[in-house]
């Protein structure tokens, strides 16, 4: 299920994602969102809604400290809050011995960090990631946009991407909703 994509400029940060909640055979469409603003980051998750559920309201984001970078920041103390977060509240799978969470995307001080289910962090060259079943039909269509120079803006350049990828993609369905961030 699922596609969100997030992207970050010099003077913004958006995610957007789609509406749709499935088992693999059924779908729904979830009032609840999957992208969402906390703090000073964007993120917008897919795998599981309980994982969202964690990361929107359970989590507490740890402050940044200024002699860390914001790459060792997110590898180090902001990972280690979400691997707690998901311990505390029963989240965490652990299979052969291996630990694992879900996957999502963050933005944060103008960047896109996409973290995966072995908690790795993958920061992106171009400045945006997707994640979830659309995810390569979304970085297409958004890949195409932003090399055209269409004279749209970010937000319709995201929905179109989402809206390609549910013409292919039998777990995206709209509506699609994106929120943006000034960066400061």
């Not at 958006?14 to 999957?34: E, P, V």
């Not at 980051?41 to 989590?59: A, D, H, N, V």
């Not at 979400?82 to 933005?107: L, R």
């Amino acid at each position: 299920m699922t596609c969100i994509i997030g992207y970050a400029d010099s003077k913004n940060m958006y995610i957007a994602g789609d509406s749709c909640g499935s088992n693999g055979s059924y779908f729904t469409i979830r009032k609840d969102d999957k992208i969402f603003k906390k703090g000073k980051m964007l993120f917008g998750y897919t795998t599981s809604f309980r994982m969202g559920q964690l990361l929107q309201w359970k989590l507490s984001i740890p402050k940044h400290q200024n002699d860390i970078s914001t790459v060792e920041y997110m590898n180090t103390v902001f990972i280690d809050s979400i691997i707690d977060c998901f311990k505390k509240n029963g989240y965490a799978k652990i299979d052969n011995n291996v630990e694992s969470g879900g996957n999502f995307i963050v933005c944060y001080q103008g960047r896109v960090f996409e973290i995966h289910s072995d908690y790795q962090i993958a920061e992106h060259s171009k400045g945006y990631s997707s994640c979830g079943c659309g995810y390569i039909a979304a970085l297409a269509s958004f890949e195409m946009a932003m090399s055209c120079n269409y004279k749209k803006s970010i937000e319709y350049k995201l929905k179109k991407a989402l809206f390609i990828a549910s013409s292919m993609i039998p777990g995206v369905t709209p509506p699609f909703k994106v929120l943006r961030m000034k960066i400061k």
